[in-house]
């Protein structure tokens, strides 16, 4: 079974710095897709950035970056210039794509927080 | 956009009782999740649907069942409440079998009392 790890319970950044949010993932498969989520405080979550296992090229959406390791099974998240709206909780998801279902296993979430 | 609605943000019952948690899509989409978040431990899966009828296990099933209908609709059942399933409930959906992502409802805030 594939396992999701975010060791950082909690994280602050000053407005406008960057941070990086770490997540590492075990499996034994070779192709696999990597997500993002980022869950406000009292709002829906949503994504924030996906990575498929088969693309070398990290991925990039406006001021979140990923550096996606596949020898090492980490997948961090990069934010530049961070804003106040950047504060959230932040889940890391690792999507499985054996079976009709193609489960979903969701890290235990960053809580960001953003320092003006 | 995708919507997800779950029928209550914020939802109070009593040790025993029968409670139903309703989450409506507007998308079409084949699949659709129930979650429960709960602080350290991340989502996790209750149940999951991937199409009218069907349902099947995820990893925390006991105390829950589920029912779909219709293809909008999933709704999670709670046959006899207890205070250990006072939770943050995610409904979920998810169209295709691309590197979609998940559309997620706004969370229904359930207490056991």
């Known amino acids: ?116 | 956009d995708v919507k997800v609605t779950q029928s209550s943000r914020y939802l109070v019952k009593r040790t025993g009782e029968k409670v139903f948690l309703e989450c409506v899509q507007d998308m079409d989409h084949e699949n659709m999740f129930w979650y429960r978040q709960d602080p350290g431990l991340g989502l996790r899966l209750i149940y999951f649907s991937y199409d009218v009828k069907m349902k099947e296990k995820g990893d925390i099933p006991e105390g829950y069942s589920v029912s779909r209908e219709k293809k909008e609709r999933f709704s999670l059942i709670l046959e006899s409440a207890s205070t250990n399933q006072t939770s943050m409930y995610l409904c979920a959906t998810r169209g295709g079998l691309q590197p979609q992502p998940q559309h997620f409802g706004d969370g229904t805030r359930l207490s056991i009392l």
Do not use: H
Not at chain 1, 66 to 95: E, H, P, T, W
């Open chain 1, 1 to 116: 079974a594939q396992t999701v790890t975010q060791s950082q319970p909690e994280m602050s950044v000053q407005e406008a710095e960057t941070v990086t949010l770490s997540c590492t993932y075990d499996t034994s498969e070779s192709d696999y897709y990597l997500f993002w989520y980022k869950q406000p405080p009292s709002r829906q979550m949503i994504l924030v950035i996906r990575q498929e296992a088969y693309k070398q090229q990290n991925a990039t959406e406006n001021r979140f970056s990923v550096n996606f390791q596949k020898a090492a099974k980490s997948f961090s998240l990069k934010i530049s210039d961070s804003q106040l709206g950047d504060a959230a909780m932040y889940f890391c998801a690792y999507r499985s794509l054996r079976g009709g279902y193609q489960k979903v296993t969701f890290g235990t979430g960053t809580k960001l927080q953003v320092i003006p």
